[in-house]
Each structure stands twice: as C-alpha cells, then as structure tokens.
C-alpha cells in the first residue's frame, strides 16, 4: 500500500468502528482477517462473533476476556 492507500484505509476503517461503537457494538475481535475490502475499494469490519452490545456508550466495565489473544493490547 502507498501513503495515500494507508490513509484511505484508516480514515474509512476509523469511521466504519466510530458508526459501530455509536451504535452500541463492541466489536472485541479487530484484526486482518476481520477487515475486507469490496470491489469498489471500500474496507468493512467482519466476523463480529465476539461482539457485544454495550449500553454505556463508555464502555466501563463491560469487557470481558473474549478476544484474539495475539491482537490484544
């Protein structure tokens, strides 16, 4: 990917956890194989088995240990 893909990519994977987080999903499983890339260019957040519906916006005190160890922070 050149500088401009790199960018492209952030912005609209960024945007795409924002819409997802506002909505209430945490997704808690974010990694390469969970990013696709439509025939337009578009990025898309996949595989949201892990997912939760949060309903503190903040997300305090809701996590649990349900993650893609290797990816964890």
């Given at each position: 990917?050149n500088?401009?893909e790199?960018?492209?990519?952030?912005?609209?994977?960024c945007?795409?956890?924002k819409?997802?987080?506002?909505?209430?999903i945490?997704?808690?499983?974010?990694?390469?194989e969970?990013?696709?890339?439509?025939?337009?260019g578009?990025?898309?957040i996949?595989?949201?088995?892990m997912?939760?519906?949060?309903?503190?916006?903040?997300?305090?005190?809701?996590?649990?240990?349900a993650?893609?160890?290797?990816?964890?922070?």
């Amino acid at each position: 990917m050149n500088e401009d893909e790199v960018i492209d990519f952030l912005i609209q994977f960024c945007r795409g956890y924002k819409n997802l987080y506002s909505s209430g999903i945490l997704h808690r499983d974010i990694k390469p194989e969970n990013i696709l890339i439509d025939s337009q260019g578009k990025y898309k957040i996949g595989d949201f088995g892990m997912s939760r519906i949060v309903i503190d916006p903040a997300g305090k005190n809701h996590m649990t240990k349900a993650f893609t160890a290797y990816y964890a922070s």
